[in-house]
């Protein structure tokens, strides 16, 4: 069941142009529109990478089917895309929907943190699990993360947010490339010393059963992919096969010019010959 939308609260920064809007449910929800400037699949791909993530484990939003009418787009003048040359009301219909993370208050959500208070966050170590996603995933894009924290809380945890671009946004496809999908801070992988630092995460991903993958992709609306299911299902055969190849692609962002590990012993940039 899709939760209905209910209000419209505010735009969100970011390039699909998302907004925080109230579910009837009670809870908020940042919700991407099927026409964004980005791609209609960047909504099955922030559903499928984002419940592969909560699979293994990995701090992610909830997710959830959003349903925007077309009474309340009417009648909410900030409900358009902005696509540069003109702007065009977003589409009624069955969106992306991510639960808002922490509160409204200023202070439990930020996007940055200074190194010493990122150095002490509650799960760094799950930024080693998040590149295992991400390199099975192809994410094209750098990892996003936002950090939480309570009131009267100290420490943040951080909650790794927009998985659009994995499979290479709208195109579906897998490029192996060392720096991307990666943080753009070293600091959050310097506590990996070798394949342990990235567990439980990468055993968990390299092991998935294969009825939750495809449960996980079947529950994505048609309307997100352009009905073709051939090819979703072609990316689900793509994504299980790959697998197996999560510790190459962790490698060769290991001995890429970044040195990002630097504890691991024998993790060196390869030797040109």
Not at 113 to 130: C, D, T, V, W
Not at 140 to 167: L, S
């Amino acid at each position: 069941m899709a939760v209905q939308a209910v209000q419209q609260i505010r735009r969100m920064r970011g390039g699909a142009q998302g907004h925080l809007m109230l579910g009837a449910d009670g809870k908020l929800w940042v919700v991407k529109f099927q026409n964004n400037p980005q791609h209609v699949r960047v909504l099955a791909n922030e559903m499928l990478a984002t419940r592969l993530a909560a699979a293994a484990g990995l701090t992610v939003p909830e997710t959830a089917v959003v349903e925007v009418s077309g009474w309340l787009i009417e009648n909410t003048p900030e409900l358009e895309v902005d696509l540069g040359r003109a702007k065009v009301r977003c589409v009624a219909g069955l969106q992306f929907g991510a639960r808002y993370v922490g509160g409204l208050m200023p202070g439990q959500v930020v996007d940055y943190l200074p190194e010493e208070q990122l150095g002490e966050i509650r799960n760094l170590e799950e930024f080693a699990g998040m590149l295992a996603l991400d390199k099975w995933t192809g994410n094209v894009n750098g990892r996003q993360a936002v950090f939480v924290r309570k009131a009267r809380e100290r420490r943040y945890r951080a909650c790794f947010i927009d998985q659009g671009y994995c499979f290479h946004a709208g195109e579906w496809r897998f490029e192996n490339a060392p720096l991307r999908g990666i943080y753009p801070r070293n600091l959050v992988y310097a506590h990996v010393a070798g394949w342990g630092s990235f567990e439980p995460w990468l055993t968990r991903l390299e092991t998935l059963d294969e009825a939750l993958v495809w449960g996980a992709a079947e529950e994505i609306p048609p309307e997100w992919y352009g009905g073709d299911l051939c090819e979703l299902e072609a990316l689900v055969e793509k994504l299980l096969v790959r697998r197996g190849r999560i510790r190459e692609l962790i490698e060769g962002f290991g001995r890429s010019d970044r040195e990002p590990f630097p504890k691991w012993v024998g993790m060196g940039k390869r030797m040109v010959i």
